[in-house]
């Protein structure tokens, strides 16, 4: 059904000057509505998370698979009380560590959390945002918020207004306009329900930050157990319509093995998702973006799902990102990217003085 999508404008640094805009969109929350909103991660797409016929509506207007599960959030930290019981001490640490801001506990849930919302688990993810937009929100709303990322399931996360526009205009009640969200890769998923913290979702709160707070914790890999602890992590994801190669190694190598397999590919509408350090090396004949500074991960973390959708807008068919060396956020940074290439990735050491394997 076709829905009379509104957008609105926010005061991303105030938004209690824009304070009609938020009454207006919680006022949709309550009667069942859907609202997409800004957070510091990616924008979320949210409906009252304690009524299952508003959070079935938010799987519909995605196409979102029925057993992947909602992340609750809330606007203090009492709140978590509403959705979670037996708290380890690692939640009151961890919190108090990075709360507001983008960490995801998984905690056993409370009878108060509907099943649709947690896709029939027993356990509940809860993210308390820095972003003071979707805090007011969630506030007026009177309700923890049920928010999945407001793309369209597969898509790369939306990280301004207009990408949620794109995706899911027609199909939402409003949109928020916050502005460019400030991490640009969504949150770390923490899973407490065990003995030890394990990392679900890798993001901008690193295994070594949290390793600093709890002393151990595991970073749990994509293909390491059949059935993926955060449901979400087995669907594809950040998929623009190019194909996307990875092209690892440092500046002068990737780019120079980039330049090759264009130099192959002729014919092909290629872009590079290029690096300050690079932006001055590749030959004219692709659509070259630049992602932000190797040195620098949290800027390309900031850009990465915006070039994808940048990329798709100018119809390119192959794109070759240069890969980042995985530590700290870039690790992070790298986990979407390499699930938005599908895993294809070219290590531009071995490819430099050789002659290029190209599918
Ligand atoms: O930064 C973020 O986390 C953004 C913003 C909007 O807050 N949200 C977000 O939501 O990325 P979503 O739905 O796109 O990703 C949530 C992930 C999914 O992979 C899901 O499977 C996992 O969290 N998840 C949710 N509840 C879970 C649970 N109880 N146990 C394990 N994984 C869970
Ligand atoms: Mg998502």
Redesign the pocket.
Same mark, same amino acid.
């Given at each position: 059904m076709f829905k009379n999508t509104i957008i609105k404008k926010i005061n991303e640094d105030d938004p209690l000057a824009d304070i009609s805009v938020i009454s207006e969109a919680a006022k949709i929350i309550k009667n069942g509505g859907l609202v997409a909103f800004p *957070?510091e #991660?990616?924008?979320?797409l949210g409906a009252n998370g304690f009524n299952p016929e508003a959070v079935k509506k938010i799987f519909l207007a995605k196409g979102r698979p029925q057993d992947? /599960? $909602? !992340?609750l959030?809330i606007s203090e930290f009492e709140m978590i009380n509403q959705i979670a019981r037996d708290l380890p001490d690692a939640a009151f640490a961890l919190a108090k560590a990075f709360w507001p801001g /983008?960490l *995801?506990l !998984?905690l056993n849930k409370k009878a108060s959390v509907p099943y649709e919302t =947690?896709s029939g $688990?027993e #356990?509940? +993810?809860v993210?308390f945002?820095e972003n003071k937009t979707a805090r007011l929100l969630i506030e007026k709303s009177e309700t923890p918020i049920a +928010? /999945? =990322?407001a793309n369209l399931s597969g898509r790369p =996360?939306p990280t301004r207004a207009s990408h949620v526009e794109f995706d899911l205009s027609g199909k939402i009640d409003m949109i928020i306009d916050g502005g460019c969200c400030k991490h640009g890769i969504? =949150?770390t !998923?923490a899973?407490l329900t065990g003995d030890i913290p394990v990392i $679900?979702?890798p993001g901008s709160i690193t295994p070594e930050m949290i390793r600093e707070i709890t002393g151990k914790c595991i970073v749990s890999e994509p293909h390491d157990t059949e059935t993926p602890? +955060? /449901?979400?992590?087995k669907y594809t994801h950040y998929s623009p319509q190019a194909m996307v190669t990875i092209v690892t190694g440092s500046a002068d190598a990737a780019a120079d093995t980039i330049n090759k397999l264009i130099q192959k590919n002729s014919g092909m509408k290629t872009g590079i998702m290029a690096t300050e350090e690079t932006m001055g090396m590749y030959s004219k004949n692709a659509l070259i973006l630049c992602a932000g500074s190797r040195s620098d991960p949290e800027t390309i973390g900031r850009n990465l799902f915006k070039l994808l959708r940048k990329f798709d807008y100018y119809g390119i068919e192959q794109v070759y990102a240069e890969g980042l060396t995985e530590i700290g956020v870039a690790a992070s940074v790298m986990n979407r990217l390499k699930k938005a290439a599908g895993y294809d990735i070219i290590d531009a050491r071995c490819h430099l003085d050789g002659d290029i394997d190209t599918k």
């Open positions: *957070t #991660t990616v924008y979320g992947n /599960p $909602l !992340i959030h /983008p *995801t !998984i =947690s $688990l #356990t509940v +993810a993210r945002p +928010a /999945p =990322s =996360s969504e =949150s !998923i899973d $679900l979702r602890k +955060a /449901p979400g992590m």
